[in-house]
Structures are given as structure tokens and as C-alpha cells.
């Protein structure tokens, strides 16, 4: 009974744990907070993606397990990766997907011969459509970031699939808790100010500012090794909307993509373009997009950046193949109602506890955010080691 455990009723039946196990045949274990591994079903022999909920791991744990399956029951969209099945028993929520097999995008980009900006615009593109379609349905993503961006399969590099839906939410009146992965965090998001689908339009121009010069839009000069510190000066700096095309990074950039990135990355959440305006942009559908092979610069920043314990936060994960996201407290847990809009964003990094495993902090359970290729490798050559 795959869909009949989400029926919100009072004494509702449970799944038996042996509903899963006698369909699904279970990979490796990838990550802790919610169990994220790959499966296949026996009948069939296809191989998907699960991620598992423990509801002894609290009531955030719970919510969010929640909301990604009703959120995942309801979208259909060739660049969302769909939900195949779900079950809950009286410890676990189990959430059962298509599995991607083309690699992330960041890696895809490192191995290509030639990269241009309308290699660039053909993902953003398709990062547009799927954002358009969930703000039709008033649902905010609100996690949109370079890693959640995969490829569909392998063998074709046309099709770009987003994935991980455990922060979205309706839109249906204004948001105010803050969440997500610093980096891509909207001025507003930062500021503690009322939101909603604009931050998600945010995080595209921070995604396309990254695809066409390799560089995060938004930098700490100094350095700084405080998580705390750094992240107050990436805080200021998003929301003064401290950006520049620096040069020799953006020399031999398009107009029109520099047009696209500052109206998608406007401070002012009231005028920023909207995912289906800014898919009729002539750098999206026109031929704005330039053909010039940007593939050493953007790689080789690409390399610099990403390799960045800061930017990739691998110093907080137990494996290489591990990112964490950002899961900040609510309003009302960090008692800071009061602070005005740029004390917010001072304070906001020093008072919560951003990208730390749970084992460190328990209030603040870990995200990964990535499937390592060597994971697919392993489960799809029906490794013994792969199975459990």
C-alpha cells in the first residue's frame, strides 16, 4: 500500500517494516540523518533511491519526512525527480524515488571538452521550468543550490533533475523562518523579513553567477576560518547585494547574462524576475547565450572554490562524498524578535548553529545533499559489499 499510509486520520494503519523489505532488496546506508541508501526492487530488479526517517529522531525529523512526501504526492515535472513510493511504520518513514545516474552537474562540468554559456543556459533553463511549475502550485523549494541539480541519467546529459525536498513548503502566507544553505540565501531569508518564491529565484542567479565564472557571487576576502565570522561577512555581503562581475572571470560573459544574473539576484524581492518571466530572457530562450568555450576559467575556479572546506563544508562531514545544508532555528527558538534588518544579519550565523552533525549539536540535525557516483558504481555491479 504504497500511498495509503499518508491518509491523516485517526487510528490509521501502519506499514509492517516486511511491506518494504519483501519488495525492496536494500543498499549501503549513506548518510545518518535521514538514512539515505539505494534499493532494488525485487520484482523488477530496477534500482531507486530511499531515504528513511527515524521518529525517535524528534519532531523536526518528523515534519520534515512529512512534508517532503506530501510535497512529493503532488508534483509531476520531467526536471523534479518523482516519487515512485511510501511507507510509514510505527518508527520509520521511508520515501522511495528515481534514482539520477548522471552525476551532479559541478562534476559533469569538470569533465566536459568544451563548456559554453549555452551549455549553461540549457541548465538554467531547465532549473526554470521546474521552479515555474512548483510556484504554480505555491510551493517554495527554498533549497536550491548546485547540488541538488543532477543529471538524469548517465548516457544523456540533456535532462537536469532537482531533487531534495525536505525545506519546501506551501507558500500559503508569509514565511519568516529561515532556512536553507548560506550561500544561496536571499536577503530576505538573511534579514529575517516575510518571504516566499522569490528567494527561490534568488538562489537560480546564484546557481548561474557559479556556472559562468566558476566563482560563489558571494565571498569572504579574508579568508576567515570562524564558521561564525565567515558567514556574517557572506551575510553582509548578500544582503547589501555586494556582487561584482570581476574581471577576468566575467570578461568574456554575455551582456545578456549579466542581465539575467542581476535580475534574478534584485535585493528587492518586489522586483526580482520570476521563474516564468525569466524563462522568455533572451539569454534563455533567445540567443543571447554566447558560444565561447569558458571551460578552462570556470574549471579551474571551479576547482579553487569547491575545494574550499568553507564553500563545500567537508570539514563537518565523516565522508568525502557528504555535504551538509543550513537548518536554522525558528524565530521564537532564537529569541531575537526585536533586531533590526541588518542587526539580523550580523548575529544571525553567531546564534544558531549552521552545518553542524548531529552528534555535535542534536538540535540540529544533518542534510546531505549528494549522491557520490561510487555509491551507484557499487550497488548497480551488484557488489555483496553494496548489500545488506
Not at 19 to 37: A, I, P, S
Not at 138 to 144: A, P, Q
Not at 314 to 328: G, K, P, R
Request: aromatic share 12%; hydrophobic share 40%.
Amino acid at each position: 500500500m504504497p500511498f495509503g499510509c499518508l491518509a491523516l486520520r485517526e487510528g490509521r494503519s501502519y506499514n509492517h517494516i516486511s511491506d518494504v523489505t519483501d519488495k525492496y532488496e536494500f543498499g549501503q546506508v549513506l548518510r545518518e540523518f535521514c538514512e539515505l541508501c539505494l534499493l532494488k526492487e525485487r520484482q523488477t530488479e530496477k534500482v531507486f533511491v530511499c531515504k528513511k526517517f527515524l521518529k525517535k529522531d524528534g519532531r523536526k525529523v518528523r515534519k520534515a519526512a512529512k512534508n517532503e512526501i506530501m510535497i512529493l504526492k503532488l508534483v509531476n515535472h520531467p526536471n523534479i525527480l518523482q516519487l515512485v513510493d511510501t511507507y510509514e511504520t510505527r518508527k520509520e518513514y521511508f520515501i522511495i524515488q528515481e534514482l539520477a545516474t548522471g552525476g551532479d552537474v559541478f562534476d559533469w562540468i569538470l569533465d566536459q571538452g568544451n563548456y559554453t554559456e549555452r551549455d549553461a543556459s540549457n541548465v538554467i533553463r531547465q532549473v526554470l521550468e521546474a521552479v515555474a511549475y512548483l510556484h504554480s502550485l505555491n510551493i517554495v523549494h527554498r533549497n536550491l543550490k548546485l547540488e541538488n541539480l543532477m543529471y538524469y541519467t548517465e548516457n544523456n546529459h540533456n535532462k537536469v533533475v532537482l531533487r531534495d525536498f525536505y525545506l519546501s513548503r506551501f507558500e500559503n502566507g508569509p514565511i519568516t523562518e529561515p532556512c536553507g544553505t548560506p550561500e544561496y540565501l536571499a536577503p530576505e531569508v538573511v534579514a529575517r523579513h516575510r518571504y516566499g518564491r522569490p528567494v527561490d529565484c534568488w538562489a537560480v542567479g546564484v546557481i548561474m553567477y557559479i556556472l559562468l565564472s566558476g566563482n560563489p557571487p558571494f565571498y569572504d576576502e579574508t579568508e576567515e576560518e570562524n564558521m561564525d565570522l565567515h558567514n556574517r561577512i557572506i551575510f553582509c555581503r548578500i544582503v547589501a547585494g555586494d556582487f561584482e562581475f570581476d574581471s577576468p572571470y566575467w570578461d568574456d560573459i554575455s551582456p545578456a547574462a549579466k542581465e539575467l544574473v542581476c535580475r534574478l539576484m534584485e535585493v528587492d524581492q518586489m522586483l526580482r524576475i520570476t521563474a516564468q518571466d525569466a524563462l522568455w530572457h533572451e539569454w534563455i530562450a533567445g540567443n543571447g547565450a554566447s558560444e565561447k568555450n569558458l571551460k578552462d576559467g570556470v574549471c579551474a575556479q571551479f576547482e579553487k572554490n569547491f575545494a574550499k572546506a568553507k564553500w563545500r563544508n567537508s570539514h563537518f562531514a565523516q565522508h568525502d562524498s557528504l555535504t551538509y545544508s543550513l537548518f536554522l532555528y525558528s524565530k521564537d527558538e532564537m529569541n531575537m524578535s526585536g533586531l533590526e534588518f541588518l542587526v539580523n544579519a550580523l548575529f544571525l550565523s553567531t546564534v544558531t548553529h549552521c552545518l553542524v552533525p548531529e552528534e555535535i549539536h542534536p538540535l540540529c540535525p544533518t542534510f546531505c545533499t549528494r549522491l557520490h557516483s561510487k555509491w551507484h558504481t557499487l550497488f548497480l555491479s551488484n557488489s555483496s559489499s553494496a548489500l545488506i
